[in-house]
């Protein structure tokens, strides 16, 4: 066998080969270790911005905001609580739903426990142009003038829907309004920033305020 034909020797990592690896290994560990802390403190931070407010007085705050509203549209009809039909009949409702941390970088969204946000909708069935369009401009002024950030503003043209979405506090409290021309029917709500239950007790299940009821809906 020439010497061209020897077989090829097994090499073996050198010391500083392998000490390079190990470190390289450390170094990712502790990246690990370092992404989840501050994932934990991320939460938590999160967390505790929610100010201790009790269910019924944060949807109230939701009414009032719709009420302001609903004057400055120009409406004056009242209407009981409760829905009979969504999207057809009249509307006065609570609703309540979860907070959540907004985790790290998009990788974790937890729910936070005992913190909730109430948000407040009705609507009107048989609303004409001649009440709707000039009361969404009107309204849509105020809210400007008011210091809110209008997020999206519609005038529909050729039978479309009109609509005017709102917010403030870095879009913690939210306002939206929807008129529907083909079937003259308004819609509209107001959504709080979230807030702790203050009677929150481990074991709770599903969002505070889920029983909170609205009075009659009028103007203020």
């Given amino acids: 066998m020439s010497s061209n034909d020897s077989p090829a020797r097994p090499t073996h ?8 690896c190990g470190c390289a290994v450390l170094v990712v560990l502790l990246g690990v270790l370092v992404l989840v802390f501050v994932q934990l403190t991320w939460g938590s931070a999160g967390a505790a911005d929610h100010p201790r407010v009790a269910p019924e007085e944060m949807a109230e705050r939701a009414f009032e905001r719709s009420q302001e509203a609903y004057g400055v549209l120009g409406f004056t009809r009242t209407v009981r609580p409760g829905v009979e039909k969504v999207g057809v009949s009249t509307e006065n409702t609570f609703d309540s739903g979860f907070c959540y941390d907004g985790g790290l970088l998009g990788l974790d969204d937890r729910t936070v426990d005992g ?37 999206s503003y519609r005038e529909g043209k050729d039978g479309q829907d009109w609509s005017l979405f709102v917010r403030r506090d870095d879009g913690d409290e939210r306002m939206s309004f929807t008129w529907f021309p083909d079937r003259e029917y308004f819609m509209g709500g107001a959504s709080v920033p979230c807030a702790y239950d203050p009677a929150w007790e481990e ?18």
Avoid: C, K, N
Wanted: aromatic share 6%.
């Fill in 13 to 20: 990592p050198t010391g500083a080969g392998a000490l390079g």
């Fill in 115 to 151: 913190a909730y946000t109430m948000s407040h909708d009705w609507a009107l069935d048989d609303v004409p142009a001649s009440q709707a369009v000039p009361g969404l401009r009107r309204l849509h002024e105020r809210l400007i003038d008011d210091g809110w950030e209008v997020t």
């Fill in 203 to 220: 074991g709770d299940v599903g969002p505070a305020g889920g029983d909170v009821r609205p009075s009659v809906f009028g103007p203020a």
